[in-house]
């Protein structure tokens, strides 16, 4: 079946512009994650949705980050004001229930010029 | 905080030859473990994954061993292939943090032919 998609694949914006990330989760999986990845770095967690409870967002780095689930499917991650510091590569991933394994998207390379 | 590290950035081996990639943990409190692999311009791909109540599970050629004693977790793949070549992740999952992973730097194997 699908995986997790991700759009845009690339997206090139100037500083101080805002940005929408979207991802695309598998049919039926009720948990949502999103991560930041730095050049040549590991994953960094930025936020989590499961079903309908809050969202946990303590990995979110300023204000200026939000994500929302809409339907408990499809999510965004807007992030205002971008900074060169944003640049990085942002995945989604999803999993079936909390305990069980997250699959992850390919990933939105951000570049802020 | 506490978190997920490894021991080598970089690991080269022969093709055939049997790979070994380490990772130490310091949170006592990880219940969950698990091995991703990311390949250039991917997102990362589960390969295998530990609960705290074992301490060796076996995949298809890979095998990861859990040292709880020593706090030491390793990803062992066998007749290592050029298709092995890409960044290896561990990361854990404290079973006080709801499913957040918490994510090593990576350990990039390099297959020589």
């Known amino acids: 079946g699908a995986g997790v998609s991700q759009s845009p694949s690339n997206k090139v914006t100037e500083k101080g512009k805002d940005v929408e990330l979207r991802c695309d989760p598998i049919?039926?999986?009720?948990?949502l994650y999103w991560y930041r990845q730095s050049l040549g770095q590991g994953l960094e967690f930025l936020i989590y949705?499961?079903?309908?409870?809050?969202?946990?967002k303590s990995g979110l780095p300023s204000d200026r980050f939000s994500a929302e689930r809409t339907g408990g499917s499809v999510s965004t991650l807007t992030i205002q004001r971008t900074q060169q510091e944003d640049s990085a590569v942002y995945l989604c991933?999803?999993?079936?229930?909390?305990?069980?394994?997250?699959?992850f998207g390919p990933g939105t390379r951000l570049t802020v010029t | 905080g506490e978190s997920v590290g490894l021991h080598l950035p970089t690991l080269s081996v022969q093709e055939g030859d049997n790979s070994i990639i380490n990772c130490a943990y310091s949170?006592?409190?990880?219940?969950?473990f698990i091995w991703y692999k990311q390949e250039s311009g991917k997102g990362p791909q589960f390969i295998i994954d530990?609960?705290?109540?074992?301490d060796k599970r076996q995949g298809q050629r890979v095998t990861v061993l859990l040292n709880k004693t020593v706090k030491h977790l390793s990803l062992q793949i066998a007749a290592t292939q050029p298709g092995d070549s890409a960044v290896y992740f561990c990361?854990?999952?404290?079973?006080?943090?709801?499913?957040?992973?918490?994510f090593g730097g990576g350990t990039r194997l390099m297959v020589k032919p």
């Open positions: 991933a999803s999993s079936f229930k909390p305990s069980h394994e997250q699959y």
């Open positions: 049919s039926g999986h009720t948990a």
């Open positions: 949705f499961q079903g309908n409870s809050a969202p946990d």
């Open positions: 949170n006592s409190a990880s219940d969950y």
């Open positions: 530990i609960r705290s109540n074992m």
């Open positions: 990361a854990d999952r404290p079973n006080n943090a709801g499913n957040m992973l918490t």
